[in-house]
């Protein structure tokens, strides 16, 4: 059983910082690890993905260059947040696949985390 928890989600003001984590337990699968958000109202929204094979990374155009993906421990995948705004509110959460298909398509994912919450204001 794959098991993923998010932490980090915070009240920051426009303009700053925050780093998420998210943990990653259980059975390993190969595929990719992404990070999507959820504002009121609103639908899934991919944010960020990485492949576990060959490291390729993909942004939504609305975080390029502010967010970014790392893997700065074992088994666990963090989203650096910068320069954040009023639009990048939103429950924060962590998927897992292991077919790598559907890229920032929250329905291709197989396995989440609970969500953690931002709110840029």
């Known amino acids: 059983h794959v098991q993923l928890v998010e932490s980090g989600g915070d009240l920051v003001q426009p303009g700053g910082s925050l780093r998420l984590s998210c943990a990653a337990s259980g059975y390993t699968y190969s595929g990719c690890m992404g990070w999507f958000r959820q504002a009121p109202g609103k639908g899934r929204e991919g944010v960020a993905y990485?492949?576990?094979?060959?490291?390729?990374q993909r942004y939504a155009d609305a975080v390029k260059g502010r967010f970014a993906i790392g893997r700065n421990a074992k088994k666990i995948l963090n989203l650096q947040m910068n320069d954040l705004r009023p639009e990048d509110s939103g429950v924060y959460y962590c998927?897992?696949?292991?077919?790598?298909?559907?890229?920032?398509?929250?329905?291709?994912?197989?396995?989440w985390g609970q969500g953690t919450q931002v709110t840029v204001s």
């Open positions: 990485m492949s576990t094979l060959n490291w390729y």
């Open positions: 998927a897992a696949d292991r077919s790598c298909r559907g890229g920032l398509s929250a329905e291709s994912y197989a396995y």
